[in-house]
């Protein structure tokens, strides 16, 4: 009888498709992810269902739509009546083990309004069990920290500021005061090889979760300087934060309310004053946590091939969401534009990959995820799952009937971190768009803001 799959869903946070090098971003060096595109299949297009991170990963191991989960925005509560990936597994004999996080609130009708799960921006999803946590508040990493010999400033957060006592937050080509060897990436590898040594050849599934590229963007040495901003893509954007302001109520709110702040540790100052200069240090020091991440994976990645199990074990690398990145004048995970939804998506079989080193272009969504994974253990997708298996796409061509459209989500209410109901003049139930696009249109539908449509044949950015 041969040996049970292992299963490796690898869930970085914020990396965006273009900055793959299998896909084109050729200022990249990420070997090992390079390794895992030449041994599976990378997906072209590409979309996470919905942002930001709580939202996004409740679609991604649930199966179901932002419509139909309702888990519309961080903090915001999964329904306890929906099962999910590791609930699932769990049907089929795996014991889901999570290192990371899922930026999950419970229901609170399985509770008490005390419990503390409630006071922070998410917890774990049931029907995994955490072998690595890092929420609630990065407690499981800033413990492991502790436990070192790391001696911890007051603000625990301060380990996110530039290095040398001259140096102002912000945008910087300095590192941070955190060694790489004690850098987040780094826990939560240790977690992985500490749980694989310890499954001692037992069939396993394992949820690696890296909280990087995520903000604060700066990066600990080596990995802080490892890009020149000249090598960097240039942003993608109109000639002033006003033009982009122009186009949407929906994109003026956000242009003149994100700020540095939320992305530099301890920085002032609005997001749009970023200019190209400081955009290509930023995105020079977003290449480095990808490229400390494909470092952390490549410790993994040997421990697999060392002990004989990188061939019997099914890995599947993708992330929550995008990052803007300063294209149109923004930052974070917000909107309609491609930026933010778009992901790394890459899946190798366990012993079946015929298209080894392919690009599939057929439209994929996180929601896929769940069903492939069960589909390729022996199981089945939940009948209310909005998903479909890519199995088929590992073998040939998409099959008859695949979808022709990409679908996505968002859901932008009041939340204690971004309040735009009044200022657009829109209820809590009017604030939400959904967006429907093939290889040339782009439609932007809005509850009660006017829509959007743009022909990406001539407008591939989406300006217009």
């Known amino acids: 009888m041969r040996q049970r799959k292992n299963v490796l869903l690898i869930v970085v946070d914020q990396w965006r498709a273009d900055f793959v090098p299998h896909l084109g971003a050729g200022f990249l060096r990420t070997p090992n ?3 895992l595109c030449r041994e599976g299949v990378t997906f072209r297009n590409h979309v996470t269902n919905t942002v930001p991170c709580g939202p996004a990963r409740a679609s ?8 139909n989960h309702r888990a519309v925005q961080n903090t915001v509560p999964l329904d306890a009546r929906h099962t999910n990936l590791g609930k699932q597994l769990r049907l089929i004999g795996y014991d889901p083990a999570l290192i990371g996080y899922t930026t999950t609130t419970p229901d609170p009708r399985t509770s008490d309004p005390r419990d503390p799960r409630f006071t922070t921006l998410g917890d774990l999803m049931d029907g995994f069990r955490s072998v690595g946590a890092f929420e609630p508040n990065m407690d499981g990493y800033f ?3 502790a436990h070192q010999g790391y001696r911890l400033p007051k603000r625990r957060e301060d380990i996110w500021l530039p290095e040398g006592e001259d140096a102002v937050p912000g945008v910087t080509d300095r590192p941070c005061r955190i060694p790489h060897e004690l850098s987040d990436s780094t826990f939560f590898t240790e977690r992985a090889l500490t749980y694989l040594k310890g499954r001692n050849g037992k069939p396993w599934f394992l949820h690696l979760g890296y909280y990087r590229p995520h903000p604060p963007f700066i990066a600990p040495a080596p990995y802080h300087a490892m890009y020149s901003p000249a090598d960097m893509p240039a942003p993608v ?20 309310g994100i700020s540095q702040g939320s992305f530099f540790h301890g920085a002032g100052g609005a997001a749009t004053a970023l200019d190209e200069g400081a955009v290509r240090q930023m995105r020079a020091t977003y290449c480095g946590l990808i490229s400390e991440i494909d470092d952390c994976l490549g410790r993994v990645f040997a421990w697999l091939d060392e002990n004989g199990q990188w061939d019997d074990t099914m890995i ?17 995970k917000i909107g309609y534009h491609d930026e933010s939804f778009r992901v790394p998506f890459v899946v190798k079989d366990a012993g079946r990959n015929p298209r080894a080193g392919a690009v599939e272009d057929a439209f994929t969504e ?23 298996s890519v199995l ?14 990409l679908f996505y989500e968002y859901d932008f209410r009041d939340v204690h971190y971004s309040q735009p109901e009044g200022e657009l003049g829109l209820s809590m139930d009017e604030s939400s768009l959904m967006v429907v696009q093939d290889a040339r249109y782009k439609y932007v539908h809005f509850a009660a803001l006017p829509p959007l449509f743009f022909d990406l044949s001539r407008d591939p950015h989406g300006f217009e």
């Open 143 to 145: 413990g492991w920290l």
């Open 392 to 405: 088929p796409l590992l073998d040939g061509p998409a099959p008859s009937g695949w979808r022709d459209l």
């Open 33 to 35: 992810l390079a390794r």
């Open 366 to 388: 996180s929601v896929d995820v769940m069903p492939t994974i069960l589909e390729a253990l022996g199981g089945a997708a939940p009948r209310a799952c909005d998903g479909r």
């Open 316 to 332: 599947v690398f993708t992330s929550d969401h995008g990052e803007q990145l300063g294209d149109h004048w923004l930052l974070g």
């Open 237 to 256: 954007r109109a000639a002033t934060w006003q033009e982009e302001a122009a186009q949407h109520p929906l994109t003026r709110f956000y242009l003149r």
């Open 60 to 67: 991604l191991l649930t199966g179901l739509y932002l419509m």
